[in-house]
């Protein structure tokens, strides 16, 4: 069984009956619960536990073109690619061939083309192109 009570996904998996939502006593209090017994006059029904609901809608702002074009440029200069490998926004550094060092080196780069300055902490959240192309657009933003 699977329902969606208060922003949180309730399921069981020897459950054959549903359990509607105004079944559940409290069922909009349900912040730092873990676990909910549910029962009826006729029926019991087995601990369950409770997991927060992914997010449906996403809004994300993507950088530029041009500068993802430039980040990707910047990347295949530094991990010095082959002018006809392609490197994309979704490209991972990682599967480029990029090890620490290599990231490290491309931050550098970055910070340098855009007038920059890259904290390690979020340098070290740069997976992606597009990741790197989003820091720097918010980075030159706050310029």
């Known amino acids: 069984m699977a329902s969606s ?28 619960l873990k676990s909910v017994t549910f029962s009826s006059q006729r029926n019991s029904y087995p601990s369950i536990r409770l997991q927060p609901v992914s997010r449906r809608f996403h809004v994300s702002c993507a950088a530029k073109a041009e500068t993802v074009n430039k980040v990707c440029e910047i990347v295949k200069k530094q991990l010095a690619l082959s002018d006809d490998s392609t490197v994309t926004g979704s490209s991972k550094f990682a599967e480029l061939g990029a090890d620490s060092l290599d990231t490290v080196e491309i931050v550098m780069g970055l910070e340098e083309e855009f007038g920059i300055t ?20 918010k980075l030159v933003e706050k310029k």
Do not use: H, M, N, W
């Open 5 to 32: 009570i208060a922003g949180y996904s309730v399921s069981t998996a020897s459950s054959a009956r549903s359990v509607l939502p105004s079944q559940v006593k409290g069922a909009t209090k349900f912040c730092g």
């Open 118 to 137: 890259v904290e390690e902490e979020s340098a070290q959240s740069i997976a992606t192109v597009q990741d790197a192309a989003d820091l720097i657009e």
